[in-house]
Each structure stands twice: as C-alpha cells, then as structure tokens.
C-alpha cells in the first residue's frame, strides 16, 4: 500500500462519517452511533453484545450470522448496519417469546440438533425464515433451502429432522 | 472393581445447556467484554520463507484508533527456552514461537498484532501495514522431497502414540509365496484443517496486580494456563484461564494457538484487557491433518487366510517438529498375520507443524487398509464381510495380547443384517437406479481406548445439594451432560441435586480434551471424588451419631432427600445439614485422583470397533457422487447416554463422508501457499449432502477399561467411513480410486 493512500485514510476523520442507525431490534427500539464500514453482525456483537449471532466466516460462507430482517432472513455480515436504518431485526435472542422457547428451539434440544452450539442460532433464524418463505414442500427442498447454513459438528441430519418437526409445508394443488 | 449402580446412566437425556444454546444465551471466548477492551488483529507473512527486512509502523500509528503494534521488534522479552512454549500435546521437536524473532518458517505465520480502540481499525490498519522480506527458496510439496523421508524422532507424545512395532516373520518371502496378492503405492489424501464454525478467540481480562482471566478456544484450559505462565513467566495461580463453551474444535484446541499468546502479550503489556479473533483465513495458519502417502501389499491363501502385510506411511511435517500420528499400526491388531513389515516416515518441508485433527492416523491409516482388503476380497472372489470374518482376530496379535473387550463380529452381523449388505450382487456395476450406478461397502473401524491420569472435586453444598468439578472443557461433545449422569449415578442421586462444574483451570487437573479418552479419564475421577465424598459424609455421620452409623460401610447408605441415611433402614438418617454442622465447615468436600493402573492395562490392548456400510449413488455420465445411506455399528462398551452418544457417531460419519468426498485444503506448491482457505472453497458437507445416516450400538461389556466400562466415541465414527465409500464406489463403477477426497472428474 502506498503511503500517499495512507495519509489519505489517515485524514479521513472517524468524527466525520459516524452515522445515526435507528433500528428495531427484537421489538425495542435502538439507535447506534456508526461508522458506515460497521457491518450489522459487528453492531449486534460488538455494540449491543448481542452475541447470540455468531460470526463464523465473515463472509457469507456459513450461514452462523444469520438474522431476521423485516421477516426476511439476511446474512448480517453482508450487511452494513447504516444499510438498515428504519428496519426491524430479530435475532436469537428474539426468537423465544418472553422466556418461551419457540418450537423450533424446543425440537433442536429433543432432536439434539447441536453439538457445540456454535451454527446453532444461525440454523435457527434461517430455520425460521425458510418456513416464512414457504417454498420447500418436502424433507428434501428443506435441506436443500437449509444449505447456506453450515454444521461443522455434522449434526446435519438431526437438524432436518427437528426442523421438519414443526414445520408444516404449504400444499400447492 | 466397584460397580456403581447406573441409574442416570443409559438415559437419552437432551443436552442439559440446551436451552442456553438455542436461545444465543451460551458465550464463547471472543464474546466477553471489558469497559476498556481492546481489539487485536493479527497480520500474517506473504511469504513462506524467508526474513522480515522491515516493517512499516511508523505510518500506521497514526491512523485513528491505533494503540500499538506488536512485532518480532518490539515484543516484551520472553521465556529463553524453547521447552517453555512445550504444551501438553507438542510434538517433539522446537515448539514455534509467534514474534520471537525475524525469521519467516511458513507462509501465514503471525508477524504483527496491531492492537485498535475498534474492531474495525484494528482491521483496517492490518490490512495496510507494509512489511518488507528478503525470500529464501523452499518447498511445500512432500512428495517431491521422498528421498529426504526419514524415521520420526521420539519424545514425550510419542508414549501415548506409539511408533510401528518390529517387523515380524518374513513379509517378502511370505508374500512371493502367497497365490493372491494386493499391491499400490499410491494411497493419498491431501492437507486437511479442522475449520471449527467458531474461529479460535482469546479475550484476556487484565484485573490488575499482575493478574489475568482469560477466555481462550481451547480444548485444555490447564494446557492454555501452563503455557501463558511458562511463556509470560508468571505464576500459575495469576493466570486463571476459561472456556465454557467451544464452539468445536475437533483437534484445533489441543495445543495453545497464536491468538493466545498475542491477546495475553497485548494484555501484559498495555494493561489493558485485550482481544484477538482469528479470520478464518487465519484458521489456515496454524496446525493441520497431514497429507499422507501410503503403500500397502496384502497377501492371502486361497482360502482368504491373510498371510503378509506391508503398509508403509510417509507423510509431511514442519521443520522445527516432528508430528507423528498412529497409521499403520492398525492392519495387525484388527488381522492376525504372521509376516509384517510396518513403516512410518516423515519428509521435512516448509509447512506449520500438523496438528491432531478428529481421528488423527486412524482416519488415514484405515483407508489403504480397508481399501486393500476389498480388493483381496475380489481377487479371492469372497464377500468383503466373510473375508474379514475369516481373518477375526481373537487376540491383539501386533502385542499378543487379549483385548479388553472385543464385540466387532457382532458389529459385523448386526450391521449387515440391519443394512441388507447381503442382497448385493457383488459384481461392479451390476446395481442401478435409472441413470444411476448404486455401490454397496464396507469397512472394519478400530480407534484406542485411553485412559489418563485426572483429578475431580465432589461437594456437598450449604443448601444440601451436590456440586462436581473438573477443569475439562465440553467441546460439544457432551462433557456436561454425560459427566452429570455419571456424577449422579457415583452419588447414588438424582439429576436434579448435582451440577457439575468446569472448563475452568481452577478446577481440578483434567488433560486435554481429545482422542475419545474424555468420558474414560474424567468419568473415573468423578466417579472416584463422589465415592470419596460418600465415605467422608459417612464418616461425619458416624461422628455424629456414632451408634447408628458404626457399622456402615460406603456402599450402603443413601443420599436421598437431603438425608444420609442407612439403605436397608431408611429411618436410620441423619441430614445434610447436621452433617454440615458436625463438620463446623459451610462446605464438605472430597478430591480425588484417578490414576489407571499401567500394570493391569498393559495387560490387554483397549479399543472400540466399528464396522461400516455404505450405499453410494454415482451418475453414470457425470460421476457425482451421493452417499445416499450409511449405518455404522459401533463396539465401544457401556454407552452413557445414548442420545449424545449417537450424535458423535453421526458427526463422525459426517466427517467421514467429507473426508471421502469433499475436504482438502490445496497448495500452491510455486507460491508455497494454501489456495483455499475459506468456506466456500473448503467444501465440508451441507445438509443436501447429507441422507440417511444409521448407528447401532452392539453390547459390549468391559471391566477393564475403566470403573465406567465405557470406551469414548469421538473419533471411532470416522475411521471406517472413507474405506467403505471407497469401496462402494468401485462396487457402483468399477474404479478403484485411492486419493481422497474422490471427485466426480476421476471416475470419468
């Protein structure tokens, strides 16, 4: 890297582009102070230590990051957190209703569908989104729509399975 | 031997931190936080040899945010010798040492931490920081460099892994004489890295007067402490070092990785609580399974009786340490055979130092071997399965010595029974599903029951309820779990009044967490402080209540509704709370060691066994593979909880599956450098990948092993899994493929 780029950076003032993100995130209300280079997975982890949402790649690779944006799963290391002003974001922390566990969580602990735990929250919001979207109508479309998210424990099958637990595919005569 | 009752034990309990794991509550290392904290991020060298001539910081302080940046230059002076950056699972050799000094051994090795306010510029200044190298030739490619193979040299980790045995008989004469023979010296599989979906952190938390807490990925928080204190030179009772969850590890933890030691240093030096998280390009540049090549010949009688076996390994390693794992040692205790000559080499090269990675050796030396005996099953024009039949071995012929415990025939027979092994028609390509070629196999697993030295700490609380401790971690293989159930069994109480304690280096001396020993080496502590704790409560109630209790022994009292009471007269009792009284301390505790007796073990040769079947789909005009079921019988004694017991196994098969198909880290032999490292072009399986995966476990019963029976299940899923898709792939083509992963391209 060429110095002249440097002391190009260098002036760049961190005062000057901090930005004002207002978002929803699981139900409340949050407004954050940014740079416009803080992606959403760093602003939930690093500013709100929501550390539910894990960070496995850092580049849309593995799925660990994912999230519900406006009911739409999003890999949030993708995403720049100014990106998202006005939206509303539910991470795991949000998926259990006021202490009651979704039934998605409840089938992962009976169908043991971790081991370390660590693609867990991942599997389930993109779990969650993909019943949302409505497209897969069999154990194989589910695997299939599942595929961005990634299990290094090998917990695979254990996952479809509590997964296909709750979930009840649209049928399209 | 004791025998405790088993009353949790055998329970497919869910995971007890479930809850915390589904709802995001559960924390790893990086994710624990200071007012002050600091974010480290690491640079690593462009090159794979050679030296730093200078690097660039001046510019690079300047930038917003910027604290400090570390390097060989500016290091705080550390341990003198080598030996103090040994760990519990250093190969022998000169352990590497991050900063030491301006020499550049690999390509990836940490040259710089620059340390921000923010996670962002740490990143960013990393990313800019100029360093300028003077390149030195090497080489990255082993088997360009065979003529340098030389034996392994021999140290503390060579013990627990032994080098090949002596060779026996006359293999050459044996196997000239032998009228069917099997022979290739191409065996291959590629480098490997354990890719855990949590990127190794360390979060250092800088309390002052020279203390530290730190949160390290880890699978040994007592390896991680004694390393920081031998390393920083401190003392152990400052460095207090945790790791409640682990978000895998599968061999990546056994030894203290850099992002330790730059967090700690950063730390110690800006007395400041400092963080450092890997990329996962960065999961690159430390230890990695080996790439291998392997040779065997296999001989045989008419009658299927194997008569001689070669098997010879060479694989790479570092320069400055000599990696070993067990290859070839396997062929002679799952075979009798009288002739056998058995090598295991290392070449030199240009690489970090490998590292165990999920069935280190096993997983290697199995494939050749399972690989060769199918194909002397169809030079003998005999099933796969009577051939290994006919070669059972009833003894460790490699020690001449009894097993433990051996139920692999029933193994055989249920998993062949359970899979339909026996409708195959066994010639190659005689199955077919429309445009698809269908291939059943099969594959023999082994991998050794250890038991090592451990301690563990049993209490009685002041609200009369138990507590167990040990400093292992639960790396998701289910440590927390399956150690409550033995706690409660050892006890002789319910679940719901023991909670066990650990990942902690306060807490009493637990080895590293790996090579399937866990629930044998922690599992007999526990089972060791809770009866030591038992005999104590005894003892404070004969203090107590002299007359009532004077007669008893350990084994037959009670601990049942906050009383300790005789179990033939349960109305003879005295409670918790009396006890705790008598004893004059808020606490009754017991500790103990378990140390397994060299003696008796030495006597037999421990291992769980496994036998693997395999159906594979393979496209006749494009070669994809699809492993479409898979059922895997497992012989590994006494089975804790059946539910996180079949999910290693499932994981295990998982990893076989990728290990086959999918996984392998590539090299640029000209630039001396990984070309792959991340997660869309390290394919692992993904769950269409990923079909109808089987486990039995047979009865095995063993009072040998450990008080618990039980002989550990991490790595005895994998091993057999390779061979048999091998295997199925030729019954499917008609190819026999001996590099692993097998891609579609090589069947065409």
């Known amino acids: ?173 | 031997m004791e025998t405790i009752n088993q009353k949790q034990q055998g329970k497919a309990l869910s995971r007890l931190e479930g809850a915390l794991k589904v709802t995001g509550a559960a924390q790893y290392a990086g994710e624990y936080s200071a007012p002050d904290l600091l974010y480290g991020h690491v640079v690593n060298s462009t090159i794979p040899k050679g030296k730093i001539q200078k690097i660039y910081t001046e510019e690079i302080l300047k930038l917003p945010g910027i604290i400090e940046i570390f390097t060989h230059e500016n290091r705080p002076s550390l341990a003198w010798f080598n030996f103090q950056y040994s760990d519990m699972d250093a190969p022998p050799g000169s352990p590497f040492r991050p900063l030491h000094d301006a020499e550049i051994k690999y390509y990836g090795q940490p040259v710089a931490l620059v340390v921000a306010e923010s996670f962002e510029e740490a990143r960013f200044a990393a990313s800019v920081l100029k360093i300028d190298y003077e390149k030195e030739a090497f080489t990255t490619n082993f088997t360009n460099q065979l003529d340098d193979a030389r034996a392994p040299k021999r140290g503390f980790a060579t013990l627990l892994k032994p080098l090949p045995p002596k060779p026996k008989g006359d293999f050459d004469k044996a196997f000239d004489e032998s009228p069917v023979q099997v022979s290739a010296d191409d065996y291959y599989h590629g480098t490997e890295h354990h890719n855990p979906m949590e990127m190794h952190a360390t979060t250092t938390m800088f309390e002052g007067e020279g203390k530290l807490t730190i949160y390290d990925k880890t699978q040994g928080t007592v390896n991680s402490q004694l390393y920081v204190a031998n390393v920083f030179g401190l003392s152990f009772k400052d460095v207090r070092v945790i790791a409640p969850y682990v978000g895998g590890a599968f061999g990546s933890g056994l030894q203290p990785q850099y992002q330790l030691f730059m967090s700690v240093m950063a730390a110690l030096e800006l007395k400041r609580s400092v963080r450092v998280t890997l990329t996962r390009a960065q999961m690159y540049t430390f230890g990695h399974r080996p790439p291998t090549l392997q040779q065997i010949k296999v001989a045989a009688e008419m009658d299927g009786k194997i008569t001689a076996l070669h098997h010879k390994a060479t694989a790479e390693t570092s320069r400055f340490e000599d990696y070993t794992e067990v290859v070839v040692n396997w062929g002679n205790i799952l075979y009798p055979v009288e002739n056998t000559k058995l090598d295991y080499e290392l070449v030199p090269v240009d690489v970090y130092s490998p590292l165990d990675m999920r069935a280190p050796g096993g997983s290697t030396g199995l494939h050749p071997l399972e690989c060769a005996l199918d194909e002397l099953a169809y030079e003998l024009k005999m099933d796969p399965l009577d051939l290994r039949l006919k070669n059972y071995a009833e003894q460790d012929d490699s020690e001449n010595r009894p097993f433990s415990s051996k139920e692999l025939k029933e193994c055989y027979l249920q998993g062949a029974e359970k899979f339909g092994w026996y409708n195959r028609s066994p010639q190659p390509r005689s199955m077919r599903r429309g445009n698809r070629l269908v291939g059943y196999g099969m594959a023999t697993g082994i991998w050794e029951s250890m038991t090592l030295p451990a301690k563990a700490e049993a209490t009685l609380t002041k609200e009369g309820k138990f507590r167990v401790r040990s400093a292992v971690t639960d790396i998701g293989t289910g440590t927390l779990t399956v150690m409550t159930q033995i706690a409660a069994d050892a006890l002789g109480v319910g679940l719901d009044e023991v909670e066990f304690e650990y990942g902690d280096s306060k807490m009493p001396f637990a080895p590293i967490q790996g090579g399937s020993y866990t629930v044998s080496t922690v599992g007999s502590a526990v089972v060791a402080a809770c009866q030591a704790l038992r005999k104590r409560l005894l003892k404070i109630a004969q203090k107590a209540n002299g007359s009532l209790f004077e007669t008893a022994s350990e084994s037959k009292v009670s601990l049942t509704n906050g009383h300790l009471s005789l179990s033939e007269k349960p109305d003879v009792a005295v409670s918790f709370q009396e006890l705790l009284t008598v004893s004059g301390k808020r606490m009754i505790k017991a500790s103990k060691t378990n140390i397994p007796n060299p003696l008796t073990l030495k006597k037999y040769t421990r291992a769980a066994h496994s036998a693997a079947f395999v159906e594979v789909e393979v496209d006749e005009e494009l070669g994809v593979i699809n492993v479409t079921r898979a059922l895997t019988a497992v012989a590994a004694g006494t089975i804790v909880n059946p539910k996180t017991a079949r999910s290693q196994i499932v994981g295990g098969m998982v990893w076989g599956i990728s290990k086959a198909l999918r996984e392998e880290t590539i090299t640029d032999h000209r630039l001396g450098r990984y070309m792959n490292p991340n997660l869309a072009e390290y394919h692992i399986p993904v769950h269409a990948d990923i079909h109808d995966l089987d486990v039995i476990f047979v009865e095995e019963k063993d009072d040998i092993v450990n008080p618990l029976g039980s002989k550990g299940l991490g790595e005895i899923g994998i091993v057999a899994l390779p061979p048999a898709i091998a295997n199925a792939v030729f019954h499917a083509t008609g190819k026999r493929i001996h590099q692993l992963p097998i891609h579609f391209d090589m069947l065409l």
Not at chain 1, 46 to 69: E, F, P, R
Request: net charge negative; charged share 20%.
């Open chain 1, 1 to 173: 890297m060429e110095t002249t780029q440097l002391s190009r950076n260098t002036n760049t003032s961190k005062i000057d582009c901090i930005r004002t993100v207002t978002f929803t995130i699981n139900g409340q209300s949050t407004q954050l102070q940014l740079p416009p280079w803080v992606s959403l997975l760093d602003a939930l982890r690093h500013h709100l230590h929501l550390t539910g949402t894990k960070k496995g790649c850092d580049h849309g690779q593995c799925g660990a990051c994912t999230v519900m944006c406006d009911g739409k799963r999003i890999l949030s290391c993708l995403t720049l957190a100014v990106s998202k002003d006005q939206s509303s974001i539910t991470t795991i922390e949000g998926i259990a209703d006021n202490g009651e566990l979704h039934p998605l969580q409840k089938a992962f602990i009976e169908y043991d569908a971790f081991q370390c735990g660590y693609c867990t929250p991942g599997q389930i919001c993109s779990a969650v989104g993909m019943m949302q979207e409505g497209k897969a109508q069999n154990r194989a479309e589910v695997q299939e729509l599942m595929s961005g998210n990634l299990c290094r424990c090998g917990a695979n099958s254990q996952i479809i399975d509590a997964i296909m637990e709750v979930y009840i595919p649209e049928t399209h005569e």
